[in-house]
């Protein structure tokens, strides 16, 4: 994969362990917030979604959590697999709009 | 989800030249985007291609630079024209099928201009 360049923040877990990714966001008019990943290669991949009229949402081994009052969102993935590698982006829309504002991304490692 | 087609999915060009990325959706989409990636950073919209009518472009970005087509509502071209070295990136194409719901990706495009 493309590594020259790279200025994402890296987050290293052993495999089996539980990651946490974590996510600031800045405009308080934001209603819709998504998770994607991002293999070496491919193109963004959806993960999971949450309105702001929710604070946790759960899926198959993954949880978004949202704190609107620190405009903050995590991912939670638990029981981290080696497939699990990935860069990970958080993405928010504001209410009325449809476009999508990317956060910086995170480089998720699974060791062995 | 339906699925989006690029074409090329990389391409080394000459610089001052242009290259013409298509998309191609599988199913009638409502929105359209176009996104640009630097190596290792985030995604930024480039623009939001409207059927039948003019592109929506983000500040920074220009339609004689990019332009954008999008005849229906399954398809969509990106322009990079007169190309230089610092247009190298990843070209991604976007798509919602309804409003509020997650947008889909194509694989990219990689384009290195040398």
């Known amino acids: 994969g493309e590594s020259v360049g790279l200025h994402l923040p890296t987050l290293s877990v052993q495999e089996g362990d539980n990651s946490i990714i974590n996510c600031a966001y800045s405009?308080?008019?934001?209603?819709?917030f998504i998770w994607y990943k991002q293999e070496s290669g491919k193109g963004p991949q959806f993960i999971i979604d949450?309105?702001?009229?929710?604070d946790k949402r759960q899926g198959q081994r993954v949880t978004v959590l949202l704190n609107k009052t620190v405009k903050h969102l995590s991912l939670q993935i638990a029981a981290t697999q080696p497939g699990d590698s990935a860069v990970y982006f958080c993405?928010?829309?504001?209410?009325?709009?449809?476009?999508?504002?990317f956060g910086t991304g995170t480089q998720l490692k699974v060791e062995l | 989800s339906a699925v989006i087609s690029q074409k090329p999915s990389r391409d080394i060009c000459q610089r001052g030249t242009s290259l013409t990325i298509q998309c191609q959706v599988d199913?009638?989409?409502?929105?359209m985007f176009w996104y640009r990636q630097q190596p290792g950073q985030s995604l930024t919209l480039i623009a939001t291609?409207?059927?039948?009518?003019?592109?929506?472009?983000e500040s920074g970005f220009v339609i004689d630079k990019f332009p954008i087509s999008r005849p229906n509502l399954t398809f969509s071209t990106l322009t990079v024209s007169n190309m230089s070295p610092e247009d190298s990136s990843i070209y991604l194409c976007?798509?919602?099928?309804?409003?509020?719901?997650?947008?889909?990706f194509g694989q990219g495009t990689r384009l290195t201009v040398v």
């Open positions: 976007s798509a919602l099928q309804g409003s509020d719901t997650e947008a889909f």
């Open positions: 405009n308080s008019a934001s209603d819709y």
């Open positions: 949450i309105r702001s009229n929710m």
């Open positions: 993405a928010e829309k504001a209410g009325g709009g449809n476009k999508l504002t």
């Open positions: 199913s009638q989409v409502t929105m």
């Open positions: 291609a409207n059927q039948g009518s003019e592109a929506t472009y």
